[in-house]
């Protein structure tokens, strides 16, 4: 089994796959002739409409990346075949403590904790004998993400566990 690496920095995305190029393959007809390395595989995604035959992949990427006004992507072979990615500044991972595109990650983790909370407190409101598990289902995290916030809204006093974990029940704080 062949392993590939995704390596996503600031300014790009770098995928990087062992073995080079296939053979038939070559910095000149690269992007413009097709080669299939698992050929069964590509009939198969052909049939269900994932993939076309015409090899047209590598020009489709350059022509969007264009039009989206970023650098065209970069690809390299050695003994390992890379793709690189350059990715808008706009959209930067790394925040410089000024906002990016209007909000700043304190400010996103903030919005999104106070809706949680209301979340939780909704749902506890119309069922107090909801569970940890019903409550990460309900809301789409994890079962330790509701842990974590039903534990801080304990410490603010805005929830109150009555009973045992089992069979007690959740009391909303007014």
Do not use: C
């Not at 300014?11 to 690269?30: C, K």
């Not at 989206?68 to 925040?95: C, I, M, W």
């Not at 909704?122 to 909801?130: A, C, D, G, K, M």
């Amino acid at each position: 089994m062949t392993s590939f690496f995704i390596d996503v920095f600031d300014d790009r995305v770098d995928i990087s796959n062992p073995g080079g190029l296939l053979p038939g393959v070559t910095t000149r007809n690269f992007g413009k002739e097709s080669v299939r390395r698992n050929p069964i595989i590509a009939d198969l995604f052909h049939r269900m409409g994932k993939v076309e035959r015409m090899g047209t992949g590598i020009k489709r990427m350059k022509d969007l990346m264009r039009e989206a006004g970023l650098q065209e992507p970069e690809f390299t072979s050695d003994t390992f075949f890379h793709a690189v990615f350059y990715r808008n500044p706009e959209y930067s991972l790394k925040l410089t403590g000024e906002k990016k595109a209007g909000v700043t990650t304190q400010e996103t983790t903030q919005k999104t904790t106070q809706k949680t909370t209301q979340k939780i407190i909704q749902l506890v409101t119309e069922n107090p004998h909801i569970t940890r598990k019903e409550l990460a289902d309900f809301i789409g995290i994890t079962d330790d993400g509701v842990k974590y916030h039903l534990t801080n809204m304990q410490k603010k006093g805005l929830l109150r566990r009555v009973g045992p974990d089992k069979g007690g029940h959740w009391e909303v704080v007014k």
